[in-house]
């Protein structure tokens, strides 16, 4: 009986909810009516509604408290960006003191040997604490990265049980925080990673939490095969932009193009291309570069390019590739294609290799296969492999929640190594997954959501010198 009261109540109030719009206002509507009991009463609509009222208020309270913490990040991002060319100039001045003193030791005596003690201890009591500060930073970031998943995942809940336009607020707040995020974490990339594009280090030490960024533009977790990114090398005044293409099956059949993040999220697409039939694809580890997409052609088999600048097509066939390997967990993953720094890349297995993986530089003007390297994983136990700097990395799923990146290939050395960096999954599985060398991040499309990582590489002076060969210029 109530709980047809209930129900009753829920269907006339969402549609008076349609006009009242924010929360605020719904929350005044306390059930005037509650005494007379023959129709539907408010009173009887209230527990559910106020049990959603407060999950939306616990939400949008979260949303002011990360903000208030962005702003101070952001705050310490200017003083950082202030302090750095001070400390610099400071740091030179002493060495050139120094430098001073070692090509006159006659005049050399206490005092002055005393005053660059002290400023050597002051340079180095400063480079200490903006070490702390950015260690500290890099912690916010990633438990504030947490924070709004997680809020993101309630809204979506929220969004699927009850009227959508009532949490679309707190939706776009959301949206802004995790721009204002990306801005953050931007900043702090540049003034202390400012080395994107950059090849000096020894490889991936750390991947961090998955950030979950969104379900699918499609709005429905049964499009599992699909992949997300940006363009590797995208042309001018493209930089800022996303893609999607998803599907119910390995099929690739169209693409989606959005102008940025904020409209990826909000599922605004720019561009949408249906690719000609005859021309569809299979498998999901495409890539976007220069405006192209790269990707596994059905029939005939084959590694396939459509340029979206010109609208062309173009394939080419690997005689020796073969339809029996994919990846563990997802079938027609053949071709896998990767962009890095260094270029285009793509893997397949054959049989001569007897299902090992074999590495392809792609040249980006014939589209041709330029070189290539065997390697010793074998394709069927690996659950995917991406490029970075011209090392190939490939993974294997751990357990349960992790995987693993267990190995490497570097092209330079033709030198393989076993590793271990263990990263963690976020639903049990996913078909797509690349670096992206614009950013630093890798992309995965995971049960129908967008995924992405963050990572961290071996930046230590003896690192990069014990492997000269990955310092590109
Ligand atoms: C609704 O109830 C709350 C708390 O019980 C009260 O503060 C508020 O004034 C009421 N609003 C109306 C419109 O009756
Ligand atoms: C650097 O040295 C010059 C003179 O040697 C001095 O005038 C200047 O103040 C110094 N700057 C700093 C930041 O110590
Ligand atoms: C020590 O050297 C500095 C310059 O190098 C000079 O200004 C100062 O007078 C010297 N002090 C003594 C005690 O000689
Ligand atoms: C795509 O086509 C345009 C126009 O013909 C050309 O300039 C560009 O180089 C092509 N891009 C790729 C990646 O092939
Ligand atoms: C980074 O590289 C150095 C030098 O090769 C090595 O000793 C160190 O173990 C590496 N760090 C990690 C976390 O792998």
Redesign the pocket.
């Known amino acids: 009986m109530i709980g047809i009261l209930y129900f009753l109540c829920l269907l006339s109030s969402t549609t008076a909810w349609g006009h009242v719009g924010r929360w605020g206002e719904a929350n005044q509507r306390n059930g005037t009516d509650g005494g007379t009991g023959d129709k539907c009463s408010c009173k009887a609509f209230l527990p559910s509604s106020t049990f959603h009222i407060q999950d939306l208020e616990a939400v949008e309270e979260v949303a002011v408290e990360v903000n208030h913490k962005l702003e101070l990040e952001l705050g310490k991002m200017e003083t950082y960006e202030n302090k750095i060319p001070a400390y610099v100039v400071k740091i030179a001045n002493l060495t050139m003191e120094i430098e001073k003193m070692e090509n006159d030791p006659e005049a050399v005596n206490e005092t002055s040997t005393e005053s660059m003690k002290i400023q050597i201890k002051q340079a180095e009591a400063l480079v200490v604490e903006l070490q702390s500060s950015v260690q500290g930073s890099a912690a916010v970031f990633e438990s504030l990265r947490e924070t709004v998943t997680s809020q993101m995942s309630t809204l979506t809940q929220l969004e699927k049980k009850y009227d959508k336009n009532l949490v679309l607020q707190t939706h776009r707040d959301y949206i802004q925080i995790q721009l204002k995020l990306d801005e953050c974490e931007r900043r702090h990339r540049e003034i202390f990673h400012p080395n994107i594009g950059s090849c000096a280090h020894a490889g991936i030490i750390r991947v961090s939490q998955p950030i979950v960024s969104q379900i699918n533009a499609h709005l429905n977790a049964a499009y599992k095969f699909g992949a997300w990114g940006k363009d590797s090398k995208p042309l001018h005044g493209r930089e800022s932009m996303y893609w999607y293409s998803g599907y119910t099956s390995a099929a690739i059949t169209d693409i989606r193009f959005y102008n940025n993040y904020k409209d990826l999220i909000l599922r605004n697409h720019i561009q949408h291309h249906n690719m000609q039939s005859s021309w569809y694809g299979t498998g999901n580890n495409v890539v976007v570069?220069?405006?192209?997409l790269y990707y596994q052609r059905s029939s005939p088999f084959s590694m396939a390019?459509v340029?979206f600048?010109?609208m062309?097509y173009d394939y080419r066939i690997i005689p020796q590739a073969s339809t029996k390997f994919s990846y563990a967990h997802s079938p027609n993953q053949n071709f896998d294609f990767a962009a890095d720094e260094t270029g285009l890349w793509v893997t397949y297995a054959s049989d001569e290799t007897g299902g090992r993986l074999v590495l392809a530089k792609i040249n980006?003007l014939s589209f041709g296969i330029e070189k290539e390297w065997q390697t010793s994983v074998y394709k069927p136990g690996v659950s995917n492999a991406f490029m970075v700097c011209g090392v190939l990395y490939a993974i294997r799923t751990a357990d349960i929640q992790m995987e693993e990146i267990f190995y490497m290939f570097d092209t330079k050395t033709q030198r393989e190594h076993f590793i271990s960096v263990p990263f963690e999954r976020f639903q049990e599985s996913y078909v797509s997954l690349d670096y992206n060398p614009t950013d630093q991040k890798l992309y995965m499309y995971s049960n129908g959501y967008y995924v992405n990582y963050h990572l961290w590489f071996n930046y230590t002076t003896k690192a990069i010198e014990d492997t000269p060969a990955l310092r590109i210029e």
Do not use: L, P, Q
């Open positions: 570069r220069g405006n192209a390019k340029n600048t010109s062309k980006e």
